[in-house]
């Protein structure tokens, strides 16, 4: 598999103007490290919906996957993102959380880790 595939077009074109195979790889090191994660933790936050037909679009805060991608986000993202697209899913894990916070059971822990990795990225985004 060629890795400039991967890369966005721009940076892609740009590899090919330069034709230096060290910044090549430099470019490919610097994207893959800032840019990358950031991109799939977006993609990971509607993974954590619950997908049933006719339920409210709810976050599964006691799910090990929601867990896993909680703490996931928490250390690709620094706050300094744009926060149209974290706020809401910030929201939608507040009031999953609410909801499910007097459950138990062999979930719980789950949710406290859940729980825990939703403020700290809410401290991340505090103004």
């Known amino acids: ?46 993974s954590c919906y619950s997908s049933r037909p006719g339920i409210y679009a709810s976050v599964l805060v006691m799910e090990p996957h929601t867990a896993g991608v909680m703490e996931y986000i928490v250390k690709v993202l620094s706050g300094k993102e744009d926060r149209t697209i974290w706020n809401t899913f910030l929201e939608d894990i507040e009031y999953a959380l609410f909801e499910d916070q007097f459950s138990g059971g062999p979930w719980a822990q789950y949710y406290n880790r859940t729980d825990a990795a939703f403020e700290t990225l809410k401290d991340k985004f505090r103004d």
Do not use: G, T
């Open 1 to 46: 598999m060629n890795r400039l595939n991967i890369l966005p077009a721009d940076i892609h074109e740009y590899i090919f103007f330069i034709r230096d195979q060290r910044l090549v790889i430099l470019i490919q090191k610097k994207w893959r490290k800032y840019h990358a994660p950031k991109i799939v933790a977006a993609d990971l936050l509607a």
